[in-house]
């Protein structure tokens, strides 16, 4: 391609696209400005959708944690009630298990 | 025939004959900043959101114009600056690439103006026109902007230089750059 077929083939793109611009009709500034109000609004709604999701799949974590939590808090205070339960058990006898026979013994006598 | 930018009303005394006067504005530079716009992306609907984002700002930022440069070159900037966006946001939506509003290369060459020519003329041209199409396609944004602006809107090198925030030496390497890969994908072998 010479000089002249690249200018006129650089020409003939040039027409086709003023053309193409010249085809499309402005819809008026109304237009653009309503437009422009309805962009304004949608993507603010959007926002909050977006940052109630988020919130909640935030929070969904957290509780879910609190409840496990609260679930071994309470398994520990009943091992603890057990435990306490236990001792409180072992203080109260009189004499060790193994001389309690002796003890009915003199109950006897 | 398009107007001349310096016939443009600048003097506004009233919001209510400020946007008489902007509308003005958009009727007459709708047709300059769709066609760069839509040969900037090749995409029939973005360029018509970005050519409205674009009247939209300009109303906007009305009051900051200071007239330094003409109405055209004022629009031009701020539509570059949305394609540029455009761009990175769709290269973020790689999914949202198959367009079914994208130009098609093969209609782009029936885009030609007068119907009085000849078939046969007329089959040249449309070769013609896609075929710079076609190339215009593979060159960097920035090139393609430079030889956009220089070709269509033919506007000078300084002002090329002002509205793409580049050096006048810039614009001319990106120019040179973009008429060698135009002339190579059309055909021509040598450098």
């Given at each position: 391609m010479n000089e002249n077929q690249l200018k006129e083939a650089i020409a003939a793109f040039r027409g086709s696209i003023r053309h193409q611009g010249d085809q499309i009709e402005s819809p008026g500034l109304e237009a653009i400005l309503q437009r422009g109000q309805v962009r304004i609004r949608r993507p603010r709604s959007l926002r909050w959708v977006l940052a109630a999701v988020v919130l909640v799949l935030g929070a969904i974590p957290v509780s879910y944690e609190h409840a496990r939590e609260q679930q071994r808090e309470a398994e520990r205070a009943r091992q603890d009630a057990a435990l306490l339960e236990k001792v409180n058990a072992g203080l109260s006898r009189t004499v060790p298990r193994s001389l309690e026979p002796l003890l009915a013994w003199e109950e006897i006598r | 025939m398009e107007p001349a930018a310096a016939a443009?009303?600048?003097?506004?005394?009233?919001?209510?004959?400020?946007?008489?006067?902007?509308?003005?504005?958009?009727?007459?530079?709708?047709?300059?900043?769709?066609?760069?716009?839509?040969?900037?992306?090749?995409?029939?609907?973005?360029?018509?959101?970005?050519?409205?984002?674009?009247?939209?700002?300009?109303?906007?930022?009305?009051?900051?114009?200071?007239?330094?440069?003409?109405?055209?070159?004022?629009?031009?900037?701020?539509?570059?600056?949305?394609?540029?966006?455009?761009?990175?946001?769709?290269?973020?939506?790689?999914?949202?690439?198959?367009?079914?509003?994208?130009?098609?290369?093969?209609?782009?060459?029936?885009?030609?103006?007068?119907?009085?020519?000849?078939?046969?003329?007329?089959?040249?041209?449309?070769?013609?026109?896609?075929?710079?199409?076609?190339?215009?396609e593979r060159l960097s944004e920035r090139q393609r902007t430079v030889f956009l602006l220089r070709f269509v809107e033919d506007m000078e090198l300084l002002e090329i230089a002002a509205v793409a925030g580049m050096t006048e030496g810039a614009v001319k390497v990106h120019l040179f750059r973009a008429i060698r890969s135009i002339r190579k994908s059309m055909g021509d072998g040598h450098e």
């Open positions: - | 443009l009303p600048v003097e506004i005394d009233s919001p209510a004959a400020e946007i008489q006067d902007f509308d003005a504005v958009v009727r007459l530079y709708w047709p300059r900043v769709f066609r760069f716009t839509l040969a900037s992306l090749r995409d029939r609907d973005a360029a018509q959101t970005l050519t409205q984002d674009c009247f939209l700002k300009a109303y906007r930022n009305r009051e900051r114009f200071r007239g330094d440069a003409s109405v055209h070159t004022w629009l031009i900037q701020i539509s570059i600056n949305l394609i540029r966006d455009f761009g990175r946001n769709r290269r973020l939506q790689f999914w949202r690439h198959a367009r079914s509003s994208a130009v098609d290369v093969t209609t782009a060459g029936d885009w030609i103006p007068g119907r009085e020519v000849s078939a046969e003329a007329r089959a040249v041209i449309q070769e013609q026109v896609d075929g710079i199409w076609k190339a215009t």
